[in-house]
């Protein structure tokens, strides 16, 4: 499961994840295919120099397309606390955004034919601020996220509207 951040007192943790596994699919498919290509290509080159070059390539191809991915989608943790939605990303310089539920004002979600047969699709969260619109791409059970989230929220909204002292 995702790491969780650091919470404050009183809240607590509704759905801590990270991107579906489709994310590094491709990223997946890459490294296979560097990795016969270059297999391939040292069994065809006699020279020493010229399998130094192919494999220097084929880690240059490696690095771009299947490991700094990997890295991204390892990094990047979705939390929905009590309180707050946080996100994280990053792996040597880290970015985090956070937005209180209460400002929240629609959550909804997006699955294409692919996301449906895999069992994920983008959460798309409205909010108060100038942002406006944040998309989380790629969230596992997206469909149940959707409808925690909600539940959250109408808790949330109906007891801030609520007067105890009448």
Request: hydrophobic letters at 45%; one cysteine or more; proline letters at 4%.
């Amino acid at each position: 499961m995702a790491h969780t951040p650091k919470l404050t007192d009183g809240e607590t943790v509704i759905v801590d994840t990270r991107t579906h596994w489709k994310a590094i699919l491709w990223p997946a498919i890459v490294l296979i295919v560097t990795l016969a290509a270059a297999t391939y290509l040292t069994t065809l080159v006699g020279n020493k120099y010229a399998r130094w070059v192919v494999w220097i390539i084929a880690v240059g191809v490696l690095v771009v397309w299947s490991v700094k991915p990997f890295l991204e989608w390892l990094t990047a943790t979705y939390t929905i606390t009590t309180k707050r939605l946080i996100t994280r990303e990053g792996l040597i310089a880290r970015r985090g955004h956070d937005i209180p539920l209460l400002r929240i004002s629609d959550v909804a979600y997006d699955m294409g034919p692919i996301d449906r047969m895999l069992g994920c699709g983008t959460l798309v969260i409205s909010d108060a601020s100038t942002h406006g619109q944040v998309e989380l791409h790629d969230i596992p059970d997206v469909e149940q996220v959707q409808h925690q989230l909600m539940d959250l929220l109408g808790g949330l909204h109906s007891d801030s509207g609520r007067n105890d002292d009448a």
